[in-house]
């Protein structure tokens, strides 16, 4: 197995990126095809479907764990889903930690646009996506609806604990840097940040209202608080 791709992103670490795809549905990413395969004929036809599947390597995690050369270390069998609140433990393979056996991710994207004319063409621009910035892809494949949607399936704990995102709000110091215009960037995927950080970013261990906690996105460091069930946004900083 090898990479086929690299997927980019404003969310540099994986502290704060989406857990799971779709939630965050107007986050911009882009494909970069590795260059055996960074042809018009490897994507011909794509444009007729919406959305992608993406296989691709967790590779932020420690240690790192390669898909492709077994471990020594015994295999960790269960995980605690941040939905149950990081205490409840499930079976690694009833759940979609980001620890896995092969640190293995699937996701579905939606196509936003090809650009046949930038410098790295084609260039896969999707919306929706669950990976950092740098993250190994190791195939796409087309979504088919009459195959891969099943809307009345049941989803396990997951229809049993009811996510609840939180408010986002600026603070006056945030407001007035967002005028600035060298924030102006950031000031047009405003929408976009505050759906990732309705999220919530933090780890599930953490639930401090006095700590402030800082999330690299794009070009910015975003500092924030949160206090029943409020995200307020403290500072920016440029980077």
Known sequence: MFQIATFH???????????????VQELLGRIILEPPFRSADAIRGMEGFDYLWLIWEFSANLPSTSSITPSSTPPKLTVRPPRLGGNERVGVFASRSPFRPNSLGLSSVRIDHIDYDCPDAPVIYVKGADLIDGTPIY????????????????????????????????SEEASQQLKQEEYSAL????????????????????????????????????HFQVSQGRLTVVRIKKT
């Open 9 to 23: 992103s404003p969310l540099t670490s994986k502290f704060g990126a989406p857990r799971q795809a779709g939630v």
């Open 139 to 170: 195939d796409i494949k087309p979504y088919i609806p009459y195959t891969d949607s099943h809307p009345d399936a049941r989803a396990g704990f997951v229809d049993e604990r009811e996510w609840q995102p939180l408010e986002v709000e600026l």
């Open 187 to 222: 000031r047009t995927q405003l929408p976009t940040l505050k759906d990732i950080l309705s999220q919530d970013p933090r780890p599930h261990y953490h639930d401090s209202a006095e700590h402030i906690y800082k999330m690299p996105y794009a070009d910015y460091d975003v």
